[in-house]
């Protein structure tokens, strides 16, 4: 008897994660592709706590949104203890979200997130107050958020936008954009669409060092002309 039961449970376990794997299976994809670290589909399912998060917000989205919101809490505050990950069951989340390692993210009630958009980990999508209403973040298709970013307010992340870590935004950044600093700030990739998904949201634009780069050069000049004019004069 004890073996039968046990033999339908490890059945029914097997079918739960043939299941996850397919309902999954863009999310897994997206951690596939964006991190050289994952080697197959099956260690991503079972090991990576993005793919558990998501899975529990999944499940308990449906749930806040008819009104059952102390089981949906119940649901995501259990995966934040088990992930480190918390998702508001209120947020809305498009296809494809990775978050890398995950430790410190979190995802405000109001936030809502597109496609293929990727959260490194300490990232905060938050609000600034006690306003109601819609007050967290707006983010668009293949955005990539820096570690320690936070992205706080009712405002729209443009796609393809990139944040660079430890920034701190807090107004509109429209699309095809990098962000650095604290506060933010935006540097334009020339009107130009950013290709694919750039990971990469260490090495980007400082406009601020490239403006006092800008204020060296003509400095130099000035007292390049400075020392010209005074060799005219003194012959």
Same mark, same amino acid.
């Given at each position: 008897?004890?073996?039968?039961?046990?033999?339908?449970?490890?059945?029914?376990?097997?079918?739960?994660? +043939?299941?996850?794997?397919?309902?999954?299976?863009?999310?897994?994809?997206?951690?596939?592709?964006?991190?050289?670290?994952?080697?197959?589909?099956?260690?991503? #399912?079972?090991?990576?706590?993005?793919?558990?998060?998501? $899975?529990?917000?999944?499940? %308990?989205? /449906?749930?806040?949104?008819?009104?059952?919101?102390?089981?949906?809490?119940?649901?995501?505050?259990?995966?934040?203890?088990?992930?480190?990950?918390?998702?508001?069951?209120?947020?809305?989340?498009?296809?494809?979200?990775?978050?890398?390692? *995950?430790?410190? +993210?979190?995802?405000?009630?109001?936030?809502?997130?597109? @496609?293929?958009?990727?959260?490194?980990?300490?990232?905060? #999508?938050?609000?600034?107050?006690?306003?109601?209403?819609?007050?967290?973040?707006?983010? *668009? @298709?293949?955005?990539?958020?820096?570690?320690?970013?936070?992205?706080?307010?009712?405002?729209?992340?443009?796609?393809? =936008?990139?944040? *660079?870590?430890? $920034? =701190?935004?807090?107004?509109?950044?429209?699309?095809? %954009? +990098?962000?650095?600093? +604290? /506060?933010?700030?935006?540097?334009?990739?020339?009107?130009?669409?950013?290709?694919?998904?750039? #990971? @990469?949201?260490?090495?980007?634009?400082?406009?601020? %060092?490239?403006?006092?780069?800008?204020?060296?050069?003509?400095?130099?000049?000035?007292?390049?002309?400075?020392?010209?004019?005074?060799?005219?004069?003194?012959?």
């Amino acid at each position: 008897m004890m073996m039968l039961l046990f033999s339908w449970l490890l059945l029914g376990a097997a079918l739960f994660l +043939v299941l996850l794997r397919f309902t999954m299976r863009g999310e897994i994809q997206a951690a596939l592709e964006r991190d050289p670290a994952a080697s197959s589909a099956w260690e991503v #399912l079972l090991l990576y706590p993005s793919i558990f998060a998501i $899975a529990c917000h999944r499940a %308990a989205h /449906p749930l806040h949104q008819n009104g059952f919101r102390f089981l949906a809490r119940l649901i995501s505050q259990t995966s934040r203890s088990f992930t480190g990950i918390e998702i508001h069951p209120g947020a809305t989340i498009g296809k494809g979200l990775f978050i890398d390692h *995950g430790m410190g +993210v979190v995802i405000g009630e109001t936030t809502v997130i597109g @496609d293929n958009v990727t959260l490194f980990q300490g990232v905060t #999508l938050g609000g600034t107050g006690k306003e109601k209403g819609k007050r967290h973040p707006t983010l *668009g @298709d293949n955005v990539v958020v820096g570690t320690g970013a936070k992205v706080l307010g009712s405002f729209t992340i443009g796609d393809n =936008v990139r944040i *660079g870590a430890n $920034a =701190v935004v807090v107004r509109e950044v429209p699309p095809n %954009a +990098v962000v650095v600093g +604290v /506060p933010g700030r935006i540097v334009r990739q020339h009107g130009r669409e950013i290709p694919g998904i750039r #990971l @990469d949201h260490t090495s980007l634009p400082d406009p601020l %060092a490239q403006a006092l780069e800008k204020l060296q050069h003509e400095i130099d000049a000035i007292e390049t002309q400075l020392k010209e004019h005074r060799k005219k004069t003194s012959t």
